[in-house]
């Protein structure tokens, strides 16, 4: 969870990060026509804002939002319980913490913002294996134990604004995701795509820790 503080008055906006809410349908539509070459359909903007799969299963998002200073034109920091019980239930655990201090941090502000900015956000569904475990099934190839640890974590969306980029947000949104999925027991590991050409991208998840394990010819 994370405090309302006043925004700013010299040169450092206060970074919070918080789940998507229904308030954030036109800006999160906005950044991701913006950060990202595929083109996602409405039912996927109209769901995630819900923290919710097409399929119905619960995400976990995290956006990085600049408080505005128009309290009336805000949307809530307050945390949607709802949406991480429902996640904790679907992965088994009794709930989740948030860690406060974690959750509010201070990057140099390129101008005040009336309404809450949303510069950042991550995207992310627990996966659980299927039934029936082939080595083509990306469970195979990135845990030792499939039947201990059932789910694997998938980073859908993950991105920043450019005006707000090379200031480690998007190294504080992994680590931020990770403190949640590292709650989870029966999580064997995260992964996502990445498109081969970008390679500053490559080089940006490498740096985390994470491998390649498989180039997928496209249609």
Same mark, same amino acid.
């Given at each position: 969870?994370?405090? @309302?503080? !006043? ?15 229904? @308030?954030?349908? #036109? ?14 359909? %409405? ?17 976990? @998002?995290?956006? %990085? ?7 009336? @034109?805000?949307?809530?920091?307050? !945390?949607?319980? #709802? ?11 009794p709930a989740f913490e948030e ?33 029936? #475990? *082939? ?25 920043? *604004? ?22 989870? !027991? ?9 498109? *081969? ?23």
């Open positions: 969870m994370s405090q @309302s503080i !006043p925004f700013p008055e010299n040169d450092e906006a206060v970074l919070h990060f918080r789940p998507l809410q229904e @308030s954030d349908h #036109d800006q999160i539509k906005s950044l991701h026509e913006a950060l990202f070459p595929v083109k996602y359909s %409405a039912e996927f903007y109209d769901n995630v804002v819900c923290n919710k799969t097409t399929g119905g299963c619960p995400l976990l @998002s995290r956006v %990085a939002v600049i408080k505005g200073f128009d309290e009336e @034109s805000c949307s809530s920091l307050e !945390p949607q319980n #709802d949406s991480l019980v429902e996640l904790a239930e679907f992965v088994g655990i860690d406060e201090l974690e959750n509010i941090v201070t990057i140099s502000n390129n101008g005040k913002t009336k309404t809450d900015h949303i510069i950042g956000c991550i995207i992310g569904a627990f996966m659980k294996h299927p039934e029936e #475990d *082939t080595e083509d099934n990306v469970s195979h190839k990135l845990t030792r134990d499939p039947s201990r640890h059932t789910n694997l974590f998938y980073i859908m969306t993950l991105g920043t *604004t450019e005006e707000y980029r090379k200031q480690r947000l998007g190294t504080k949104m992994i680590q931020d995701c990770l403190t949640m999925v590292e709650q989870v !027991p029966s999580c064997g590991g995260i992964y996502l795509h990445v498109i *081969t050409y970008n390679a500053a991208a490559i080089k940006f998840y490498e740096r985390l820790g994470f491998y390649r394990i498989e180039e997928i010819e496209g249609a």
